[in-house]
């Protein structure tokens, strides 16, 4: 069964997944890194509003519900500094006219962003020796260096987190799972517009390709690490 609740998830669905023998866990290596994925001010907006301000201000924020998972990332954070283990933040690069492409047709309103909404949120930016990867489409692993930089570090699994759940994190950690990859997603430290959809993913991700808990239950784990190292 998967290891969070919804009120999206029928107990009939969950219970065909279990009876088919999907959503065990994997669990984690012994050198986890973290993807902070496209947590910038044009997701969670300069300040936590509603749902409905927040797209005044960029029509790609998603509302109070960024800033929470904000909250859960800096715990994860705090942890993966404290054991130097590898911080990596795949992010969307400003769009400029040749990036018009399938996206730029499909959600036209993200081609006009303003500059600071790519800035990092202070909270949690990036500090020296982080790895930063520009991106121009949802995987942080497609166009970019990320599998290289990961096989650098010795990194041996993923925790996931950031923006959005369906979309950049989703298909970054389908890749990441292509991959080899354990990879964890903590349901509290990801972020979309949309509860159903948020809620949809998450049961979807831990039923094929990735362990999602809380982020509490995460930090847990990773304190087992540290201690079996």
Not at 71 to 82: G, N, P, S
Not at 126 to 152: M, N, V
Request: hydrophobic residues 40%; negative net charge; proline residues 6%.
């Amino acid at each position: 069964m998967a290891r969070f609740s919804s009120d999206f998830i029928d107990r009939d669905t969950m219970e065909r997944y279990d009876a088919a023998g999907f959503g065990r866990p994997v669990g984690m290596g012994s050198k986890p890194a973290l993807l902070i994925i496209d947590v910038q001010y044009r997701t969670t907006g300069t300040t936590p509003q509603p749902f409905d301000k927040a797209i005044e201000e960029f029509p790609t924020s998603v509302g109070k519900v960024a800033w929470q998972a904000v909250d859960k990332i800096a715990e994860l954070l705090e942890v993966f500094r404290a054991n130097q283990w590898p911080v990596l933040y795949p992010h969307v690069a400003p769009k400029t006219s040749f990036d018009q492409g399938a996206l730029g047709a499909k959600v036209p309103a993200i081609m006009n962003i303003a500059s600071h909404g790519y800035h990092f949120v202070e909270e949690i930016a990036p500090r020296e020796g982080d790895i930063l990867l520009p991106k121009k489409h949802p995987s942080a692993f497609f166009g970019t260096p990320l599998a290289s930089y990961l096989i650098q570090t010795g990194a041996d699994s993923l925790v996931v987190v950031g923006c959005s759940t369906s979309g950049c994190v989703r298909s970054t950690v389908i890749d990441a799972f292509s991959y080899n990859y354990k990879v964890s997603v903590p349901n509290d430290a990801v972020y979309d517009r949309s509860q159903v959809i948020h809620d949809v993913s998450l049961f979807d991700l831990d039923q094929k390709y990735a362990d999602v808990n809380t982020t509490e239950n995460i930090i847990q784990t990773l304190g087992q690490i540290k201690e079996a190292r």
